[in-house]
């Protein structure tokens, strides 16, 4: 039998039976639309934290207090004393470093700010000029903080978009007097709305000069200090000069721990990747049930057709011609059930993009192109079996079963 | 010539413990351009019989030569090979594949043996005129009638010009008159030189053929040919 008359009569065995080959079609697609939709949302949690965390700056080296046993980034360091504290004068002579191109000091801590009558707990976020163009901050009316001697604190804020709604509502909030904690500050800039990052809400800080913070959090550490790179190839050069300068002023002893935003990256990544990778198998178990399912319509289809394959052979069709006849049937529901699946799929995470617009909720291709081979392949496979039992039937039995 | 002869043929199948001779030491020749009628009671070996000459069964033993060809020992896709190209079946209950239509059964064989789309057409519009099925061409077997439906079964077995048609029973399910029509259909078929082999009940209808085997018991009981 010719391969387009194979087709055509797989093809029309399968539309005469509706409602058998729709549901093993309904089976596989159900099967692939969930590897699809899975790795879409492993993926697009990856990508949305691997966003979120490149959004932060452009080749960031980052110093934190306190010694981590181990390299690289490790949550324990949130929690751990800190033998000596990290001063802005640290922070200052990291300046000195050919690798490094800007530097920002960072103290944090919440307070209360109010005007006019109205009041919000806000956090308060001490730090430079350098602080906004490192962490990509823009300015959305006014300027930033003033250069000058980091010592010095300005009682000056920049405020987030949030803030800034909820105080002055429609009113001009450059110039204006506010109340931080105890202390008088004058508004000198309003930050661009950037939304959610990371836990933090930039819409809801407020930044003041560092040295102003310590003074309103009677202390003289430092949470953080960012640096940022020259370049992405200066990145190692950068983390160690910083690494050295501060084991210098601290007299010998590394007592920070330096990371930088690419190996935070690079764990987030294989992290995330790997969980993507999990959804995807477990996905992929569906995929195998549907492919059983496929395998048991097939083998309902000989019993029910037994006649017809009596009357093939007798006919004068080969056992090969009716092996591939119920192959191409088998083939035919799963690769249509594939399609539909992957359709669905899309669709499932389209509709997840559209609910989530900040959720990257894409497919990753290899899943794509896995689940719809793993759909086919258990197709066939499974198909196989039901095939040769109809290419072995015993001619003169079949006929009789009419 | 003779198309057919069997000699010595044995055909036994097992039902649990007890072995039944479904043919026994059966010697048969027909020639080529014969009309032969088999009869004989159930369960005496006709259709045992029907089904070997159509090669869609084996004996225990003998042999069996179509048209000078041992075809004892052949492969079961050399069979299918020669069911193809030589023998055409018509059935009681005329096994037409219920979603194809009239056109498309006629066209089964040549589509299984890989004839050409175009020659295909050809064939099964000159086969739709012949057999008066031009105007149900596209219907399904169940908008046709029992006479149509044979009809269409008949057009299906000589449409790869078979030297042999195997006939069971082609008019149990029919009523007289249709019954009429498609054994005047068949003994044309017949009068253009293809062998006909018809197994039936019906003595009226087995009295047409110009030679008659009764079965008994897997044996030939009487041959008309051989009195």
Redesign the interface.
């Known amino acids: ?2 391969l387009t ?1 194979t087709l055509r ?1 797989a093809r ?2 399968a ?2 039976y509706p409602l058998r080959t729709a549901l093993s079609v309904l089976a596989m697609s159900i099967g692939v639309a969930a590897v699809v939709i899975l790795t879409a949302l492993g993926d697009g949690a990856r990508r949305y934290v691997v966003g979120q965390f490149s959004s932060i700056g452009t080749n960031l080296v980052i110093v934190l207090p306190g010694r981590s046993g181990t390299g690289g980034f490790n949550p324990a360091n949130a929690i751990t004393s800190t033998p000596r504290d990290l001063t802005i004068d640290d922070a200052a002579a990291l300046r000195r470093a050919s690798a490094v191109s800007r530097v920002a000091p960072l103290a944090v801590g919440t307070s209360e700010i109010s005007y006019g009558g109205r009041l919000r707990e806000i956090m308060v976020a001490g730090s430079t000029a350098e602080f906004i163009p490192i962490r990509n901050f823009e300015l959305a009316q006014g300027r930033g903080l003033p250069d000058g001697d980091w010592n010095r604190g300005d009682s000056v804020a920049i405020i987030g978009a949030t803030v800034r709604d909820e105080l002055f509502g429609s009113e001009p909030a450059v110039g204006k007097l506010i109340r931080v904690g105890d202390r008088r500050l004058r508004v000198i800039g309003v930050l661009k709305s950037v939304g959610q990052g990371l836990g933090m809400n930039t819409d809801e800080l407020v930044i003041v000069p560092v040295a102003l913070a310590q003074a309103m959090f009677n202390s003289n550490t430092l949470f953080r200090i960012l640096v940022e790179a020259k370049s992405r190839a200066t990145i190692p050069l950068a983390r160690e000069q910083a690494t050295e300068i501060i084991r210098q002023r601290h007299y010998g002893e590394e007592d920070v721990t330096v990371i930088t935003q690419d190996a935070i990256l690079a764990t987030f990544d294989k992290l995330l990747g790997t969980l993507t990778l999990g959804v995807a198998g477990i996905a992929a178990i569906s995929l195998a049930v549907a492919g059983i399912l496929v395998m048991n319509v097939m083998l309902v289809a000989v019993t029910q057709r037994t ?2 394959i009596g ?11 009716i092996r591939l006849a119920f192959l191409a049937e088998a083939a035919m529901l799963s690769s249509v059930g594939a399609l539909v699946g992957y359709l669905l799929g899309q669709l499932g995470a389209f509709a997840l993009r559209q609910a989530f617009p900040v959720f990257p909720a894409y497919p990753p291709d290899w899943a794509v192109i896995a689940g719809l081979s793993t759909a086919l392949g258990t197709g066939l496979l499974f198909g196989v079996m039901p095939a040769r039992r109809a290419a072995r039937l015993d ?2 039995q079949a ?1 009789m079963k ?1 | 010539m003779a198309l057919i002869e069997l000699t010595g043929i044995e055909r036994v199948f097992q039902l649990g413990d007890a072995t039944v001779h479904a043919l026994a030491g059966l010697d048969l020749s027909i020639d080529a351009g014969e009309y032969v009628a088999v009869m004989g009671p159930s369960g005496s070996g006709k259709s045992t019989l029907l ?1 070997l000459l ?1 090669l ?2 084996r004996p225990n033993a003998g042999s069996y030569r179509l048209e000078d060809r041992d075809v004892t020992t052949l492969s ?2 050399q069979l ?6 030589r023998i055409g ?1 018509v ?1 009681q ?1 005329f ?1 037409l ?4 239509t009239a056109a498309e059964n006629i066209a ?2 040549m ?4 004839i050409p789309l175009k020659e295909r057409n050809a064939r099964v519009a000159r086969a739709l005129v012949d057999f008066g099925l031009d105007k149900r061409a596209d219907h399904r077997p169940d908008q046709l009638s029992g006479g149509q439906r044979q009809r269409v079964a008949i057009a ?1 077995a000589t449409i ?1 010009q078979p030297a042999l048609i195997l006939a069971d029973e082609p008019t149990g399910n029919l009523d007289r008159h249709t019954g009429e029509e498609v054994v005047n259909l068949l003994e044309a078929l017949n009068a253009s030189g293809v062998t006909l082999v018809v197994v039936t009940h019906d003595p009226t209808m087995g009295a047409r053929a110009r030679r008659q085997l009764v079965m008994e018991d897997g044996r030939l009981q009487s041959d008309s040919a051989h009195p």
Do not use: W
């Not at chain 2, 594949?97 to 194809?100: D, F, G, K, S």
């Open positions: 039998m010719r008359d009569f029309d065995a539309t005469g006649g017809e009357l093939l052979k007798a006919l004068g069709a080969p056992a090969r011609t001619p003169v006929l009419h | 089904n159509g869609l069964d079961a896709d299918a090979r020669v069911r193809s190209e079946f059935f209950s096994h594949v219920p979603r194809l089964l064989p589509t299984l043996a890989g299906r790869m």
